[in-house]
């Protein structure tokens, strides 16, 4: 490389502190946002490194062997982020995904998993308790990762053909590799196992077809994303784009009809269909159009970055320094530290990918890498 790459998460701590209000009022979990969007999912990130270097994500020629990944101190340990889960918790959220980087790379995750799993929704029930990985070490851990108390995971897998995989990956690791890993955890319960592929046009959208085929009559959901502009070192544009009614098409076209499904719940970010001729119910497919479909009026996602900066959108230019606020020396209640998230929330107009579709040229701005936020 030429040029130094900052991370742009090391530009947010000159941002103003955050302030805790002089009136606090305890969470009912009813908390929503400036456009009237609840607080139910939390996706926290537990590390900004990968062993991946995928192309649109981590590009090796930006996280290369001199790239600065955080220091294990700026880390929030895990007794700092279930602290700060509980607190989302009391304000109405069901669901956390723990996220990366590839997050099977943190040491003892399962012990986190243990911690995350006690936690109790507003009314009492477990949480939705998820996993996002690459798959290249769910092989051995998917047993232990349940035996924790993980709900589910979902891999991502760019392609069957092992030569393009491995172009996307850029570290040569194999599609049998991560198949094994979807097995693995299948037999372990931790299903039904959805499946990722992001659709680059020019790069894997002939691949399409061939996942669509293999996943047809298995238990397990395939779905395709629409290439997006998170972060700035991808080189993303829009013409490398295929939109998830092309995609539709092209699967259709191939001799497999699909029928359109409702969706499961309000916010959910997948459109869903079924292979018409699949057994059992099986064939379930997903299709993520963040960039021809903004899903953002119904988004009820916060993002919790691997050092403790809370992130009201995939695609922000700047987080809030929560990780300051749990480790000052007066050692604030949660009641005090939930007001300031109550406050940050109730100000939210995050819309861009709605802004970003009104604008097809894009919008010029810096964003967080999906390394560091989570995906």
Not at 57 to 69: A, G, I, L, N, T
Not at 176 to 198: F, S, W
Not at 283 to 296: H, K, M, Q, W, Y
Not at 319 to 338: K, N, S, Y
């Amino acid at each position: 490389m030429t040029e130094k790459f900052i991370p742009l998460s090391a530009l947010t701590r000159f941002r103003p502190a955050l302030s805790v209000p002089e009136v606090l009022t305890t969470p009912d979990g009813q908390l929503q946002d400036a456009l009237s969007r609840p607080l139910h999912d939390l996706r926290i990130s537990v590390t900004d490194r990968c062993n991946f270097r995928c192309v649109y994500c981590m590009p090796k020629e930006v996280f290369d062997k001199d790239y600065q990944y955080l220091p294990h101190k700026s880390l929030l340990s895990f007794e700092e982020i279930t602290r700060v889960a509980s607190i989302f918790v009391a304000h109405g959220v069901r669901k956390i995904r723990l996220t990366g980087g590839e997050p099977l790379l943190r040491k003892h995750l399962e012990h986190l998993i243990e911690m995350l799993a006690r936690l109790r929704t507003v009314d009492g029930k477990p949480l939705d308790l998820t996993l996002t990985t690459n798959g290249s070490l769910l092989a051995r851990k998917a047993q232990s990762l349940k035996d924790a108390g993980l709900t589910r995971v979902t891999v991502s897998l760019d392609a069957l053909d092992n030569a393009i995989f491995q172009r996307m990956n850029d570290v040569d690791f194999s599609v049998n590799e991560v198949l094994e890993g979807i097995a693995a955890a299948e037999a372990a319960g931790l299903g039904p196992v959805k499946v990722n592929m992001v659709v680059k046009a020019g790069l894997n959208d002939h691949e399409i077809v061939p996942m669509a085929r293999y996943f047809r009559d298995t238990p397990h959901i395939l779905r395709f994303i629409e290439y997006m502009d998170v972060g700035a070192s991808n080189g993303w544009k829009l013409d490398e784009v295929i939109p998830s009614s092309q995609v539709v098409q092209r699967i259709q076209d191939a001799g497999m009809p699909l029928l359109a499904l409702n969706a499961n719940y309000t916010g959910e970010t997948a459109t869903r269909w079924r292979h018409a001729k699949s057994q059992d119910g099986q064939g379930e497919l997903g299709f993520i159009s963040s960039v021809t479909g903004a899903f953002c009026r119904d988004c009820s996602r916060a993002r919790l970055s691997t050092e403790g900066k809370l992130y009201t959108c995939l695609f922000a230019s700047h987080g809030h320094d929560l990780r300051t606020l749990l480790r000052d020396p007066q050692q604030l209640p949660d009641l005090a530290i939930a007001n300031v998230i109550a406050h940050i929330w109730q100000q939210r107009t995050d819309r861009y990918s709605e802004l970003r579709s009104q604008n097809t040229a894009g919008q010029q701005r810096k964003k967080i890498e999906m390394s560091y936020i989570g995906g």
